[in-house]
């Protein structure tokens, strides 16, 4: 079993739609919680980061976090075809941990 | 504002052969990262440099080599290439281990 896990998709919406996108993990030490944006023959551009439990807001995007479900959440708001990427889930046990875990990515579609 | 800089951005290479993948940040960033990327697997850490003169094993170092003279450059050297190294490798950087990471564009191997 993977230490993340998340739905490769493709996740399909119409524009203007709201987005879940989500991640679920198993090493409880994680505590620090990142989201990567990846378009097509590009790096993963970060989004959003947070640490440890709540949410985080940025513009159309949010994010959630659930450490007693081990559970993390992006939500895009007003869905865009620009949003179209894959989404990466990543996350460390931060404190002198050099190596983030990452979940394989969800292909989203925003159709216009 | 160039960020992370990877060269090539594409190779196709003999098995057997050697070869340097590069990699240079201008952001004065401590910390730097070799990732590759593979369909269905994520991205998975090859090695790693907290600082300077230091180099780390990551998740999946076998085959590979990395050397930290300076800051700002952080070469990755496959010296005998196998097909199963066939591969997007992803460079990033941090300001320090503890932060979050920031990425190239990539450099598509393929061996042949």
């Known amino acids: 079993q993977k230490e993340v896990e998340q739905d490769p998709g493709p996740l399909s919406v119409p524009e203007g739609a709201i987005v879940s996108l989500n991640c679920t993990y198993s090493?409880?030490?994680?505590?620090?919680f990142m989201w990567y944006r990846q378009y097509s023959r590009k790096g993963p551009e970060l989004l959003m980061y947070t640490y440890s439990s709540g949410n985080k807001e940025d513009g159309r995007f949010t994010a959630q976090v659930d450490k007693s479900s081990k559970y993390i959440s992006l939500f895009i708001r007003d869905s865009q075809p620009s949003d179209s990427a894959t989404y990466l889930c990543?996350?460390?046990?931060?404190?002198?941990?050099?190596?983030?875990?990452f979940g394989s990515g969800t292909r989203l579609q925003v159709q216009p | 504002t160039a960020g992370i800089t990877q060269a090539p951005t594409s190779q196709i290479l003999a098995a057997g052969r050697s070869m340097t993948l590069r990699c240079t940040q201008d952001m004065r960033h401590n910390a730097m990262y070799w990732y590759r990327q593979d369909l269905g697997l994520g991205l998975r850490l090859i090695h790693y440099s907290n600082t300077a003169g230091t180099t780390g094993k990551g998740e999946v170092p076998d085959g590979y080599s990395v050397s930290r003279a300076n800051t700002d450059d952080f070469p990755l050297t496959l010296a005998s290439a196998v097909p199963s190294q066939t591969s997007v490798y992803f460079c990033?950087?941090?300001?320090?281990?503890?932060?979050?990471?920031?990425f190239g564009d990539g450099t598509r191997l393929s061996i042949l």
């Open positions: 990543a996350m460390s046990a931060g404190t002198g941990r050099r190596a983030l875990t």
């Open positions: 990033a950087s941090s300001p320090d281990s503890n932060q979050p990471q920031h």
């Open positions: 090493n409880s030490a994680f505590q620090y």
